[in-house]
Structures are given as structure tokens and as C-alpha cells.
């Protein structure tokens, strides 16, 4: 009944998300970490700001109390890489956070973490999912917290400074430290403010921080970086001549950035950046890792610099895996997340974002123009997506015409190739690409686009819907 | 298991205010209703800003709709004495509101009324709680929201412009128009904020509003409108020359006042400035009544003018019975909640406060002056509360010093009387008094004194602690 | 050297409006009374929130108190539309108003006004002028302020519940008070919030308000309710299902309005749809008057309803001479002021707000509603607009070419007439025009196109830039 | 006619705080700088957030550049001891601050510097007034200001980084680091939060701010550290937990703190605090200078480490001129300035707060912990103060009897010695005294009581005023 998704197990505060299923899952994790036989290394606990995050977590710890397990309690609200950086940095097996990322305010959840600060992939969930199925109300052990602090089995700790000083420590701080660089930071109510803030400052930017209050209603909005949800973010920038505006979500695990302009600059284009600078400027050298729904300017970057681009399916434990197999200096994912080599092996939009501000001081260009160069050097690339909500039916005769029957659709660009590792993927002869697959998570089709421009992009996307009968 | 206590029902979200408790009370009630043959009445719905009270509401509605109880829902986040007034007007029978009042922002709660406005007693309560205890899970009948609203058994109403025109009804337009009063209202985060604020401009105060954003965590503090939470109220009427500052409790049922020097007014002081301003200005005869540990200054005033003063047990329901038995125009707590003759049979913090800016407007003469006048005409009533958390030992062995063996303390002041209708409660001959008693709700002794002094009152406290050899 | 332009006298705080030019203003407009004899009638003195105009409008007060002229001084600060409702109620030959309205936040002026509420004309601003520049420094008569109201050659008075209530009488309180119309309010730091809260309150709208507090920096913006400046108000009214929201300039002479689709709707478009209102709803009848710079679909509305659309010069004085001359109903420009029959004579941002939620109530149709079936009806109109800065060089070049050898651009629609009477005016025959003027109070050439499509509007703008090698 | 204060010029803005006579004030100085010959040097110009204050500073770089001065102007808003730094650092002769420091917002004014960062002394701005009674207007040369950056005579300059790098080299950051204090900091809506938040947060500590938005009337109150304008600081450090609240004035100069317990730390205690910190935790000795009305408790320290105070008449020049003197470790008043050996010869309150949040971590005691340490080691020392506004005949009376008569008042203390020094200062036998002295720049008596309990303090007070018949 209690199912983990891609980012852990999500669920509705008073409805799902209940103080009875939430000491199950803990008791579940107690178990495998038993059953592996790594119980005795201990477990991390962080959470967000969410409603009923800061109570959870001290549940949880209850529970592994309970069980005899080790609690390495972080006492104040993290970011979900600071998290993950603490699971490697104390070398536990496991850590866990209360969050739900960039989730709507009534829900809230739970993300695994394995080995060196990963999400757990689907072989972790699947066990705790079995262990869940089985257990008894009678088999939670639980030990009061306060009881717990007392025994020393639960320990209340602040990795705080060693992280801020671990993202430090890879920055460039003396060519940012005289740039006076202005920023504006939007944790949209969540957890970054405390670490980015810190970062920012010690380089010596001008910071100012906006939607920032604790508010369990994350200001009525998604707590997650978006052209929509970041307009303040991108009314001040343009208002306030700041350099660059970063928003993150909800656990600061992605970010969303805002140009000198005042202009929404997509994943696409964030990771385009960084992997350029990596490699132009900074003189590293390597591949890159994206899934298949994100921008090809990566592959044609690779190729300028002598590397390749490896295409993985949608998720990030795809990423992490692949980047490990290939040595890749950064991977990420269209949908905001993204990661660099040598640092925890999850998302982390807090050193993403230190890393970008890093670039423009470096370079002396700031975000706008940086694309500009881009897209003179590389050609243009325009990405369009439509996520469509379908009936039980529809979704049947899709799959089968899509995988089955591989029915194309008529188009009016070559084809060069068609992929069905996840989902569909048509790969054109001008570079273009068009993916259809279905979420893992909603009961959604989405169909992602890239073609040199948006026209060209929102018309394929279209005929692509039309010869299908898919209506918005 | 689920206990009801004077407010109704209240639980910590996500720990026992969850989605299958709640339907389980809405269920008895919607049993309750059927048993006494009132369900083709209908039933009020309304429910507070707090986390989860929308969706609770919802959940709830789905119950009495699965049930075939008429739902009348009101749409918007209203204070509590709106939707008793519309339990009134709509001639319901039963009515409940999802709120948990002035509690901290974990919890949440139902309270539920009765015919004419009126909270739920024991006795309904108490069928209530053992309903609950008999239903299966496969009782509970539920129909979707959306499908009742279609079915038209679950119908929206907008009782907010009727509940503002009685109020403004039972005060006096004329003499408030032209004051020109200053007002500055903190709604705590709560509900208050759309009735008073309209109430208040129509009849053509300035108003000012803090603390109104929407914020489930009530800005960290308490929603109870104390002396220690309206600091930023009290320097805001001194800093901006306001005539008075109103602060409302959560759910708007009770308030609290910052006269025109910043200073905080008790709800003693409140009570007796309404119970005089009826008498004297406005020519209303009736008695008052208010509870055991409420000030005496009420007795005094009563006496001037020819009335009574009855005294009942703590509890608004009881205050309520005695006010209809006796037709007294006023009755009130010194915690904080009063209602007058002619409107509602609860606590309505948005009338009082009205009535308050009436009294300003037509006596001329703003609260620290009224309150200067009452004391020189009837003399100093200063009370004294202390609120003791127990060891369950300790607690027998008061009870039995105190109840059993009616053990006194020793004391200065001669005793006129001795009474054990609600606790203990020593009445001075210098017409003083002394009330220790053990709360229903929390674990908690409360003792409380009333003396002409501050350091009477607190000596006298002391000297009661000591005796029995009660510590902070 | 002091100079005043149409809006008044204008100057930069510390630079040139101080103390000393402040009182030649109020010594000059107190000899001009004298002159005229109506010194005795009195004057009006009320003041904005802006930095000095409380202390300025103490100076002004001393001023007129020091020439024996009465003065009526409003003691809150009070939008100008309220300033000049005043001067008519008290049947004052003058009036002013400390304000610069939505000039920048380093400046402050003074405005005149003249019987019934009216701006002063050229005439009285000359006259003004002239006499300034004969002023001796010993010409300057002041008395104290407090010995002015001590003597009672000054009194403080209190317009606002005339003002509003005059406002309520002229609307239908019935229609909209059952309608629960959300209406967010943005006063731009200025000051229409007191009176505009107080109508729509009383009407029993749901009104909240932001960008109110008093801040002299007006948020780092101009105070001028554009679709640049109101983007808070957009997106807060998208995000919050309100039905309209309502900027108003620093003064609250001019209103912006959003739509309830967050969409900014022009000046040309809120008098179009109140004249169609007037018209149709309210069955009133009466030509409407309008500036050569404000569309011409007001001319397709008048002729709609068998009614005339007269054209008038740029200054709101000429629409209120051509409005007294024809009994004209409505008129305005499309710089963003407006104002109505029977009210004060001048524009009036609170009194065409609440009109406009008049609107919505009695339609029953939203403001992009309202806005589609005017384009279905009578087509689609858009204006396009261009402020050049010119070198001294260039002006006198193109005054040359277009006012003296009349010189026309080469265009691609047929025209119907050319008129020379403010500026150059080319009117072609499908409907569309062009103006070409230069501004009286700041170096610029202002052009404005009307044509059906945005296309046909920005294309004949450039084409008559290009043409007179005019350059951003 | 235009005259220099202890802090300066000051003048109510658009009344004498106008261009004419700000030109005048940076033309009188040009002209002192040829004269000395120090005007190859340069100058060095600062500005803080008051209205007008960017506008100033541009009018008076225009002068300076206009007499071939060349101007660093530092282009962003700066604390005074920012700027009193840079004058020092660049080893120029002169520098100056457009602020009115701590006073009301209406006001403005210019703050002069000497070499190493000195306030102007008495000499100085005596020259200034003469000079400026000798200037025509035509003797005022200006250069416009873009004119001046083109031709390099206008540098902007960046002290910023270096003045804080400067602060953090001066404390102990190891030390800091790992205690995770956290602190509040209030700019009072004025310049330090930069700087002050970037020398915590480098520190490591967590630190929120209040009150920092640009707002030119300082939110409604005086930027004016004290107990009355620090109530939301004091309110929110009690709530939040804070370790220490810190309160800068308008430019910076001077602070005010908040105790982990909410309570106001006055000066005296502040400067107690260090001065034992320095001796007892950092090993320093040497002297400390105190003016007439500051604690003695300094005397106790002093006398307890073997080492000396001295006391000087008020201003804070002649604190500096004794530290130089007599090499003392720290110097203040108890008006809320100090200063450290070593750093700017001014006062600093970002400096003097990083030193606090230094004790709180060496010493591992909170300050209120600290004081009562204090306290209990020398004894209590209680100030009471009172300003009393006199007639000129009161005053003339005051100052026979006090001065020339030498009256004394009649005193339960037995009096030590009696010093007319700055005042009368009487020294009672048991370590307390009492100071009555006429203010320089108000119209005030200032009476000063140091006495061991707050009762015989007021007492004292009472009685002196009871004597010569002073009333409030």
C-alpha cells in the first residue's frame, strides 16, 4: 500500500502522511539496515520546513532509537544535499530526510539515502516496500527522543560548516571575492538560505535573500524554481540590477536561475553552461551524463571539446550510475537537477548555484551573454514540453500504438533514428528529437521537443499530439 | 479513545487529527442527528485558516453528505461566532467548525454547536464520544465532494453579509461615524480579520491591520490574545496614536485589548467596561453573570445600579444556561470570552470589539480614562493567576487536603465564606477571594486571586503555595 | 525662473523645492486672492505622502494665515481628487494641494486649484508667474502655525466622510454589495488607500491592499500606474482569483487596472468600456469628450448610441471646458485620467475605480469579458506609443518640417484629413491616425498610433520615425 | 550663520539642507584643503540611505571637482566608520559622510573627517564657519559630475572589502566559528547590515536581520538605538532564542544590544563588558577614557587590573585625543560610541559589535551571564538620566547658581569633591556622583546619576531637580 516513487515516499499530511505510517517506514529501514547487517554504523536524520517535518523526524529517530540503531540527528532545518553530504561525509549506510521536495504545502515525505549520499534506488524501495507489507503494529520499537538524547543513542549534530566549507573549498574564491557581484536569492520559503547565504557572502557577493519567512504554505505557490513560480525573483533582479537571481526548491536540491536581464534561464541552458565552463575555462576534462528528455547542446559541446555525451533514461540514480561508470564531470536532467564530480552524488542546486557565480566572475561575462556565446557557437536549440492528463483508455491504446505496433508519426524532418529505452525517443537528421513517454509518478504523457526554434518546436510537438488524437 | 473537552475535540495533526478520526467524528454526529430525527435540518460546515482545516471541512462534509445530511458550506475561512450565528439564522440544529481555536499551530480540532448558536454540552458530547467508540470502519458513509455539490446535497452559502449587518445592526452608526477613530486590529493569523475590518470601515474608522498574511504557524506564537502576544500590537498603538488596539484569538471567538496608552486591558477590565457602558450609557437593566474566578468589580457594578451578579462554575456553557435563566444582558471569563443578550449564545470577539468602539465613540471618553473612572467609583480589583503543573502524587494529595479535609490555608484576611461548587473559592470579608482549582483539560492547578493590591494579591498566592507546599 | 507646467509646479526636494520657493508659491497665490477679492472665501491646503509634504503644506498654511486668508487644512494626507472635492463642497475660489503625483521619488510640487474643484488654467499659472518673479523676500508674511489655529485663522478639517460618501451616493451600493467581488488594491505607497477601501469595503467587496506602507521612495518606483509598475498587482491578482485589481498613481487622480485573466488594461480601453457602461447599462445619454492622443473607439461607441465624440487638445483642462460646453458624460485621456459628469471637475482614480466594480457587479461580466464583446461590437483598436529624446538641434529641424513645411510621411494608408491644431495629426481613412507633439513639460517628441493590429501600429510608427531620421 | 555641531552640520531637509548652502559647506572646505596645502591629497566622500543623502554627495564631488580636488567617492551606501576608514587607509587629510547619524528623518546633514580617520575638531569647523561667512556664491566652483569621472578627477572606490577583511583580522575567528551563535541584527533601516552581516556570517554565525528595507522615515521612529526604539529587536531575539539582538544607529557609528534574555544592555555596560574582556580573556593592559557622565564601574576594571581611567569633559574628540595621549585600550561615552587602540580613532559599532559576539564566544558566557559577573565582582553601578527643556530665563538662573554661585544642592551622600570641568560633576564618597551640564547642541539641562541602586538614583535626581527647582 505504502509506495516509494523516484524521490521517496510522498504523501498527504493528515491523510496519508500520518504518525502510524510514518514510524512504518522507519521501522522498514531499521529492518533492512538489520538484515544487512550495517545497523551498527548508524543513520542520518535531516528535515525541511515543511508543516509536521520538524515532529517526523523526531519520530523517526524514535524508532531507529528504538531499534538500537545509532541517530545522527541534524537539529536544524537542511537542504537535502547537505543531507546527503553528511551520510558520505560520517560514511553511514543509510540517511533519510523528511521532505517533499518541491511538493505541494500539504504534502510531505520521506527520501532515502544509500552509500555516499545517493538516492536510493529502486532495489532499497522495493525491500522496504516488502518489509512494510508485513509488519505489525507491534513490531515498531520506538524510544521517547528525549530519552534517546539521554542514552546517547540519539545525537544531535551540525555538519552545517563542514559542508558550506567543502562547497568553499571548490570555488574559486579569490576571483569572485573582488567582482562585487550582486545576488538575489529566492529559497521560496524552503530550506537554502542559511548555506547559499553563507557561501555567497564569505566570496564576498552582495546577497539579498526574498521569500524567506518560515511559512508551511511556501507563500501559496510550488516551492519548485519555474518561469511562473520565480516572477518576483525575476522582477527584482530586473528592478534591482542584481547580477544574477537563483531560486531553489523546496529542499534546495534544484535551483532555478534568473539573468542579469531578468530572464528565466532553463536547466537546459544551466547545464549547457556549466559543462562549457568546466571545460573551457576551468581546463577539465571529461564527459557528461543527461537523460534522454534533456538539451543535445551537451552532445555538440562534448564533441567540441573531444568528449562524449552518454544518454541515460529518465531518473537520477540513471545519472549518478552512469557518471561513476564513466568518470563524467557533471550530469543532470532537464527537470532542474543536476551534479558535479568530486561532490555528493545526488542533486546539490546550493553548489550549482556557487558554481554559476563562480563562472561569471571567472569569465567576466555574466549569464545572458554567456548563452549568446552559446548559441553563436553551437547553434540554437528551443525546447518545448507538454504534459497531457489521460483517460485509463486512451493511456491502453497509446502504449500499444507507441510500443507495440511502434506506430511514428508523419513528419516533415528526416529521421535519423528511434529509440524505445524509455519511452519513445525519434532522433532527426537536423539535430532535432522528440521524446513521448509516460511518468512514473502522474498519471501523465509527456512529450518533450528540441528543435534550432520554438516555432519549429511548438509545430512538431503539435502534429505530434494531432496524429495521435491527444487534446489538451 | 477520542475525548471531547470543553472546546470540542482537538488532536496534534498528522497524529491523531488524521483523516480517519475526523470522519469518525463527523460520522457520529451525522448518527447523533439521525437518532434525534433532526438530520433532514441540515448542517452548518465552517472551518478556520489553520493547516488542513479546508480539506478536514471537506472531508467532513463528504461524511454527512454520504449520509444524506443536508451540508450547508461555507466557503470561506470564517471566525467561529460567524458560524454559530449561521447555525442560528439558518435554524440548524447542529453546526461544526473545523478550528482548534487559540491552541499552537500542531493542533487542530471540530467544535460543535447547537441549536441557536450555542457550543455542544456534555451531554451531546458525550453521546457523542460513545458513538465513536461502537463504529466500524465500514460505517462511515462518504460521497465526493464534487458529486454532493452536484447531487445539491452539499450547498455553498455566503453567510458573511448577514453576520455583518446584525452586528452593525446592534451598534450605533450614527455616533461612531464621526469620531474618526483610529483602530489597529491583529487578527493573530487568524480569521477575524474581513468581519471586523468591514464592521469597522462601515462605520468609518481607520483601520489598520497586522499580523494577516496567511500563515499556519501564526507567526511562532500562540493565537491567544495575551499580554505577552500582542507586544508588537501595544507598540504599534503607542508608536501610531491608534484609539485601540483589537487582537482576536485563532478562531475570533475571544479578544483581547491595547488601550490608547499601549497598554494591555484584562478581560476583567473588559467585562466590567461593556457590563457599566450598558448600564449607564446605553440605559440597558439586567443582570451579569460571570464564572467563579472572574472579578468581583462585576458585583459592584451590578449592586450600583440595582442588578445581580450570578456566579457559575468555569465553562462558557454554564454562563450561557444562566444568562437565559436569568436574562442577564452580559456574561463573561476572565479567560477572555464574553457575549451579550440579543445575539448569539457564544463568545463573539467581533462584536465585543465593536461594542468597545462604540463605548469610545459615545461616552467620549477612550478605555484608560473609563477604566481611571471605574476604579475611583468602585475601587481596585487586582487579579493574580498562577497555573501549576503537578505530579499525579501531589495532585491527591491536594485534592484530598483541599476537598476531602477542607483544609484552609492560614491567612491574614477574614474569611467571609468558603465554597466547593467548582474547586475552592475562600471569599474575604474585604471582598477579596482565593480559587484553586485542578483544570479539565491539562494537567494543570490554577489558583487565582483577586485583591485591591498587586502585592496583596501576589502575597496572598504565595502564602497559598507555601501552605500546601506547591513550587513553581 | 519658477515655472509651472500642466500638472502644476514640480521641483527637485533640496534643489528647488525649498522652503524659500515653497512660500513665493503660497505668497503669490495669496496676492492673486487679494487682488480678486475672494481672499476672504478662504482657501484649501491638503498634502500627499510624499517626503515634505507635511512640513510643506505647514509652511504654505503659515503662509495664507500670515495674509489673513482662512485656511480649511486637511489634516491626513488625502488623494487630490478628495483635495478638490473639497474646494468644491466649501464653495472656495482656491485650492492646492503639496503633491507631485507620479513624478519620481526626489520630487514634490504644488497643484492649484480653482473653483469647483478644477485644475488651474493657463491663466491663473501666469498670473502666478508673474507675480513670483515681483516678490521680494519682505514680501512674505507668515504667522506661526500653531498661533494660526490658536486664533483660528487656521482650522483643521476633516472631508473624508463627504468625499466618500459622495462617491457611495453616485454608485448602486445594492447591486455590487451581493456580488463578494475580490478586488486587490495597489496605492503605489500614495494614498488612495483610506477612501478606496472605505467605498469598496462598504460595499461589501473583499478587499486586501498591498504596497501601502508609507514609503517616500514609493518601493523604488514610479508612482504611475503602468504596465511596468504594476507587476506585483499582476501577478498577486492571477495568483489569487481576485475579479480586479486597482493601482492608483501617487495621488490617486490616475487608476491602472488589471483584469481578472492578470492581464493590464490601458486608459483607452477603462473610459471605452465606462462610456459603453453609461450608455447601456446606466441608459445615460451625453456625447463624451476625449484628447487627439486617446482612441477613436470612443467616437465608434458614441455613434453607436446616436452620440458625439468631441476631440480636444492634450491638458486636462480642455476636456474639462469641452465637457462643461457640451454636457459631455465622460471624458479623459489616455495618459490615464478620467472623470465624470456631476462629480469634481478634475480626474478622479477612486471615483472611476469604484465605477468600474459597478460594472462588473451590474454586468455581471468581467472586465476581459466586457473588453472581447466591445472588440466583437466595434472591432479592434491598439495604440502604440513612442517617447523620443531629442538633441535642441533635431527639434528645431522637425518643427520645421512638420509645422512649417508640412511636411508628410510616405504611407501606405490613404488619408482622410491632416489637423495642425496640437501637433500633427494624420487621420487615415480605415480609421486609424497618427499624432506627432511635442511636450510641454519635458524635452520630448511623443508620437502615437492607433491602427487595428499591434503590426499595423508599430510598423507605421517606425516608417514615421525613419522617415523624419528620428533614432532611439 | 551656518553652524558646525559636535557631529557636524545638520538641517531639516528642503529648509536649510539644500543645495546652496550644501555647496557652500564642500567650497568652504575645498578652500581650508588649499589653504593647507593638502588638496593634491584628495578627498574621500561617503554618503548614507537618508533622503537626499546620494543627490548631496554628488552635488558636493561636483565642488570638489570643480576646485581641482581629487574626489574618491565610494559609491555605495556606507557607515560612517566605513568611510572614516577609507580616509585613513588612503592617507588623505580630509573626508566626509552625508548623514544626521541618529537623527530624525527629516533631517540631514555632513559629517567632516580628519587624517587617520578622525571626527573634525573644534579648530577645524571653527575655519569652516568663517570661511563659508566670507563665501559668494559666485566663488562656488562646480564640475558636473560625469564630467569629473571622465576626466578622472571623480574616482569611484570600493572600500568595502578591505574594511571588513580589516574588522575580521582584528577578531578571533576560530574562536567564533564553531559555536553557531545566533544572531539578530537591526540597521534601523540604515547602513550596516553589509557590512555587519558579512563579518558574522564569515564568522560563521547564523544571522537574521529586521527593519533593513530602504525607508527614509526609518520606519516612523529615530534610528536611535535605545530601549524605546528596540522593542521589535528585543521581542524577537526572546522569541527566536537569539544568542545576542544588535541595534547600529543611522550611520552606524554606535549600537545597542540585546541580552539572550531580551533585555536592553546599556552603553556603559557594553563598554564594561569589553574593557574586562580585553584585560581578562585577550591579555591586554593599558588605560581606558571615559567622558564625566560615563560609568565608574570603568574606574573598578581599571583599578582591578593595576591600570588607570581617565575621565574627559563630553564629545568624543576629546576621547580620542586622551586614548592618544595616554595609549588607553579603549575609549567611549555612555551615549552609546566607542572605539578600540588600533583601529579608526572614531567611534565603530560594527567593530564593537564583532568584538561582543567574540566575548560571547571566548568566554563561553552569554552577556547577561557576563554582567552579572560583573556585577558581582564590583559591585552595582545603576545611571539614571533626565533632560530637562529650560526657558532662557530658567537657564540664565541655573547657570549663576551652579557656576558662579556655586550652590550646592543639599545631599544624604557625603561629598567627596565637586569638579566644574564640563558641568558640575559632584563625586559623593560611595562611588557616586552626580552631573549637571547644558547641552552644546540643544536647548537641554542634562542631569546624570550614578548611584548603586536604581531607587537612590532617582532619588538623587529628584532631590537635585527639587532644589533648584527644575519641574519636567
Given at each position: 500500500?505504502?509506495?516509494?516513487g523516484?524521490?521517496?515516499?510522498?504523501?498527504?499530511?493528515?491523510d496519508?502522511?500520518?504518525?502510524?505510517n510514518?514510524?512504518?517506514?522507519?521501522?522498514s529501514?531499521?529492518?533492512?539496515?538489520?538484515?544487512?547487517?550495517?545497523d551498527?554504523?548508524?543513520?542520518?536524520?535531516?528535515?525541511d520546513?515543511?508543516?509536521?517535518?520538524?515532529?517526523?523526524?523526531?519520530?523517526?529517530?524514535?524508532?531507529?532509537?528504538?531499534?538500537?540503531v545509532?541517530?545522527?540527528f541534524?537539529?536544524?532545518?537542511?537542504?537535502?544535499?547537505?543531507?546527503?553530504?553528511?551520510?558520505?561525509?560520517?560514511?553511514?549506510?543509510?540517511?533519510?530526510?523528511?521532505?517533499?521536495?518541491?511538493?505541494?504545502?500539504?504534502?510531505?515525505?520521506?527520501?532515502?539515502?544509500?552509500?555516499?549520499?545517493?538516492?536510493a534506488?529502486?532495489?532499497?524501495?522495493?525491500?522496504?516496500?516488502?518489509?512494510?507489507?508485513?509488519?505489525?503494529?507491534?513490531?515498531?520499537?520506538?524510544?521517547?527522543?528525549?530519552?534517546?538524547?539521554?542514552?546517547?543513542?540519539?545525537?544531535?549534530v551540525?555538519?552545517?560548516?563542514?559542508?558550506?566549507?567543502?562547497?568553499?573549498?571548490?570555488?574559486?574564491?579569490?576571483?569572485?571575492?573582488?567582482?562585487?557581484?550582486?545576488?538575489?536569492?529566492?529559497?521560496?520559503y524552503g530550506?537554502?538560505?542559511?548555506?547559499?547565504?553563507?557561501?555567497?557572502?564569505?566570496?564576498?557577493?552582495?546577497?539579498?535573500?526574498i521569500?524567506?519567512?518560515?511559512?508551511?504554505?511556501?507563500?501559496?505557490?510550488?516551492?519548485?524554481?519555474?518561469?511562473?513560480?520565480?516572477?518576483?525573483?525575476?522582477?527584482?533582479?530586473?528592478?534591482?540590477n542584481?547580477?544574477?537571481?537563483?531560486?531553489?526548491?523546496g529542499?534546495?536540491?534544484?535551483?532555478?536561475?534568473?539573468?542579469?536581464?531578468?530572464?528565466?534561464?532553463?536547466?537546459?541552458?544551466?547545464?549547457?553552461?556549466?559543462?562549457?565552463?568546466?571545460l573551457?575555462?576551468k581546463?577539465?576534462?571529461?564527459?557528461?551524463?543527461?537523460?534522454?528528455?534533456?538539451?543535445?547542446?551537451?552532445?555538440?559541446?562534448a564533441?567540441?571539446?573531444?568528449?562524449?555525451?552518454?544518454?541515460?533514461?529518465?531518473?537520477?540514480?540513471?545519472?549518478?550510475?552512469?557518471?561513476?561508470?564513466?568518470?563524467a564531470?557533471?550530469?543532470?536532467?532537464?527537470?532542474?537537477?543536476?551534479?558535479i564530480?568530486?561532490?555528493?552524488?545526488?542533486?546539490?542546486g546550493?553548489?550549482?548555484?556557487?558554481?554559476?557565480?563562480?563562472?561569471?566572475?571567472?569569465?567576466?561575462?555574466?549569464?545572458?551573454?554567456?548563452?549568446?556565446?552559446?548559441?553563436?557557437?553551437?547553434?540554437?536549440?528551443y525546447?518545448?514540453?507538454?504534459?497531457?492528463?489521460?483517460?485509463?483508455e486512451?493511456?491502453l491504446?497509446?502504449?500499444?500504438?507507441l510500443?507495440?505496433?511502434?506506430?511514428?508519426?508523419?513528419?516533415?524532418?528526416?529521421?535519423?533514428?528511434?529509440?524505445?529505452e524509455?519511452g519513445?525517443?525519434?532522433?532527426?537528421?537536423?539535430?532535432?528529437?522528440?521524446v513521448a513517454?509516460?511518468?512514473?509518478?502522474?498519471?501523465?504523457?509527456?512529450?518533450?521537443?528540441?528543435?534550432?526554434?520554438?516555432r519549429e518546436?511548438?509545430?512538431?510537438?503539435?502534429?505530434?499530439?494531432?496524429?495521435?488524437?491527444?487534446?489538451?
Amino acid at each position: 500500500m505504502l509506495k516509494f516513487g523516484t524521490g521517496g515516499w510522498r504523501a498527504i499530511i493528515g491523510d496519508e502522511f500520518i504518525r502510524t505510517n510514518i514510524i512504518k517506514v522507519a521501522q522498514s529501514l531499521a529492518v533492512l539496515m538489520k538484515r544487512e547487517k550495517v545497523d551498527h554504523h548508524g543513520i542520518v536524520i535531516g528535515y525541511d520546513k515543511r508543516f509536521l517535518s520538524d515532529k517526523a523526524s523526531r519520530w523517526i529517530a524514535e524508532v531507529f532509537a528504538g531499534n538500537g540503531v545509532a541517530v545522527n540527528f541534524i537539529e536544524k532545518v537542511s537542504p537535502t544535499p547537505l543531507i546527503m553530504y553528511t551520510v558520505k561525509s560520517f560514511a553511514c549506510d543509510y540517511g533519510l530526510a523528511v521532505t517533499a521536495s518541491h511538493n505541494p504545502a500539504d504534502y510531505n515525505g520521506i527520501k532515502i539515502f544509500t552509500k555516499g549520499g545517493k538516492d536510493a534506488d529502486l532495489m532499497v524501495t522495493a525491500k522496504l516496500e516488502s518489509i512494510i507489507e508485513e509488519l505489525h503494529e507491534e513490531d515498531i520499537l520506538t524510544m521517547p527522543f528525549e530519552e534517546g538524547i539521554k542514552r546517547g543513542i540519539i545525537r544531535t549534530v551540525s555538519p552545517f560548516n563542514d559542508y558550506v566549507d567543502t562547497i568553499i573549498s571548490m570555488i574559486d574564491v579569490e576571483k569572485i571575492r573582488n567582482r562585487e557581484l550582486k545576488v538575489l536569492v529566492d529559497p521560496m520559503y524552503g530550506v537554502s538560505k542559511a548555506a547559499l547565504q553563507t557561501v555567497l557572502i564569505t566570496v564576498r557577493c552582495e546577497v539579498d535573500v526574498i521569500n524567506d519567512r518560515h511559512d508551511t504554505r511556501f507563500g501559496g505557490r510550488m516551492p519548485s524554481p519555474t518561469k511562473e513560480t520565480l516572477g518576483k525573483l525575476r522582477d527584482m533582479v530586473r528592478e534591482g540590477n542584481y547580477d544574477i537571481g537563483i531560486g531553489t526548491d523546496g529542499d534546495a536540491d534544484r535551483l532555478g536561475i534568473i539573468d542579469e536581464e531578468g530572464t528565466y534561464v532553463t536547466s537546459n541552458d544551466i547545464m549547457s553552461l556549466l559543462y562549457y565552463y568546466l571545460l573551457k575555462y576551468k581546463g577539465w576534462r571529461g564527459p557528461v551524463v543527461r537523460n534522454i528528455s534533456t538539451t543535445h547542446l551537451l552532445d555538440k559541446i562534448a564533441e567540441d571539446f573531444g568528449q562524449r555525451c552518454y544518454e541515460v533514461p529518465v531518473g537520477f540514480k540513471h545519472i549518478s550510475s552512469k557518471m561513476t561508470e564513466t568518470g563524467a564531470i557533471i550530469g543532470g536532467e532537464s527537470s532542474g537537477g543536476l551534479t558535479i564530480k568530486g561532490h555528493i552524488k545526488g542533486k546539490d542546486g546550493i553548489f550549482a548555484a556557487a558554481l554559476l557565480v563562480e563562472m561569471i566572475s571567472v569569465t567576466g561575462k555574466r549569464i545572458h551573454e554567456m548563452l549568446t556565446h552559446l548559441q553563436e557557437k553551437y547553434g540554437s536549440f528551443y525546447m518545448h514540453e507538454e504534459n497531457l492528463a489521460l483517460t485509463a483508455e486512451k493511456e491502453l491504446e497509446l502504449k500499444e500504438r507507441l510500443f507495440e505496433k511502434k506506430e511514428l508519426p508523419e513528419e516533415f524532418y528526416p529521421v535519423e533514428k528511434v529509440s524505445y529505452e524509455d519511452g519513445m525517443k525519434i532522433y532527426y537528421k537536423n539535430g532535432g528529437w522528440i521524446v513521448a513517454r509516460f511518468s512514473g509518478t502522474e498519471k501523465l504523457l509527456r512529450v518533450f521537443v528540441e528543435m534550432p526554434t520554438r516555432r519549429e518546436a511548438k509545430k512538431l510537438a503539435e502534429n505530434f499530439l494531432e496524429h495521435y488524437g491527444i487534446y489538451n
